[in-house]
């Protein structure tokens, strides 16, 4: 079955950066896009970036533009997302995100907390 297992999350000062991680299995994971979500408490899931297949393209939130990266290692089976200068307002749970037979699959999530 499709697994999604996320980590690398934690507790940061506004300014700093984490490295998130996402381990795949299950499925064909070179030939399908990858993406992360994020969710604050007592707010919808909101999309944060997306990478092709190949890694050849990607797409960020407006709000995270310029400070995130996302990119893949096929041979690991592994998707990233590098988050730099941190914002309080980037506080939530980060999912990791696949669609595969027309279904949406989700990690459990890693807290990502950024306080002073």
């Known amino acids: 079955q499709v697994q999604l297992v996320e980590s690398g999350g934690g507790l940061v000062q506004p300014g700093g950066s984490l490295r998130l991680s996402c381990a795949a299995s299950?499925?064909?994971?070179?030939?399908?896009?990858m993406s992360w979500y994020r969710q604050a408490p007592g707010k919808e899931r909101e999309f944060v970036a997306t990478i092709s297949w190949s890694g050849g393209s990607t797409k960020y939130v407006d709000s995270v533009k310029g400070r995130f990266t996302i990119s893949r290692d096929n041979a690991l089976k592994e998707v990233y997302l590098q988050m730099n200068n941190l914002k309080p307002e980037d506080t939530a749970v980060y999912y990791c995100?696949?669609?595969?037979?027309?279904?949406?699959?989700w990690g459990q999530g890693t807290q990502v907390t950024v306080s002073s």
């Open positions: 995100n696949t669609e595969y037979w027309a279904t949406s699959y």
């Open positions: 299950g499925f064909a994971f070179s030939n399908y896009a």
